[in-house]
């Protein structure tokens, strides 16, 4: 009768042990995993990059545009173009474009000129979101055309401020940026 005993008996008291071992590891891994991948989850939900980046990327399309928008003025459509140039600024700059805006618009229906600009290329320099503040770089390509004259086109970069003003990044200052250095060659 010994060779027909059940296949537990034959394995005695510890035979469940493997099987019992090999339940506790895969619960012990699924757990983990479980783990891993909720805190990936968490992690990714309150990461603050993409808010970030999403900021870096408003504020470089307003800084190229606000940019494009003081290069460009047309004497047919003055009262549009600047307005277009006070919405586009904030701050000192845009108080000084306020006050000049008279003696500026009887200059531009004199000469009759219209300045059309084409952003080349543009960075973010500088970027504090909290503060609400960011620097931009724009290379851009104006054209000014000029009754009778042919038009002639320059090329240019201009470093803006920017400052984020009710949700919208605003330009806050805008220069020329400075040229380098010509090469010793």
Do not use: C, I
């Not at 004199?110 to 909290?130: F, H, I, N, Q, Y």
């Not at 201009?158 to 400052?163: F, K, R």
Request: hydrophobic residues 40%.
């Amino acid at each position: 009768m010994g060779r027909g005993t059940s296949g537990a008996a034959r394995l005695g008291p510890l035979g469940a042990l493997p099987v019992t071992a090999f339940a506790l590891l895969l619960t012990l891994l699924a757990g983990g995993f479980a783990v891993w991948a909720g805190w990936g989850w968490y992690d990714a939900a309150h990461e603050d990059t993409a808010g970030y980046a999403e900021q870096r990327d408003a504020a470089l399309a307003a800084g190229e545009q606000a940019v494009q928008n003081l290069n460009t003025l047309d004497h047919r459509s003055l009262d549009r173009g600047l307005d277009l140039w006070e919405s586009s600024t904030t701050g000192e700059l845009h108080e000084q474009l306020a006050a000049g805006r008279d003696a500026f618009a009887t200059q531009v229906k004199a000469a009759k000129t219209v300045t059309t600009a084409k952003v080349l290329s543009g960075a973010l320099t500088e970027l504090d979101d909290r503060a609400g503040r960011a620097r931009v770089l724009v290379a851009l390509r104006v054209t000014v055309k000029a009754p009778g004259d042919k038009s002639s086109d320059k090329d240019s970069r201009m470093l803006g401020e920017l400052t984020r003003t009710d949700g919208h990044w605003k330009l806050s200052a805008l220069g020329q940026a400075p040229v380098g250095g010509t090469s010793a060659g």
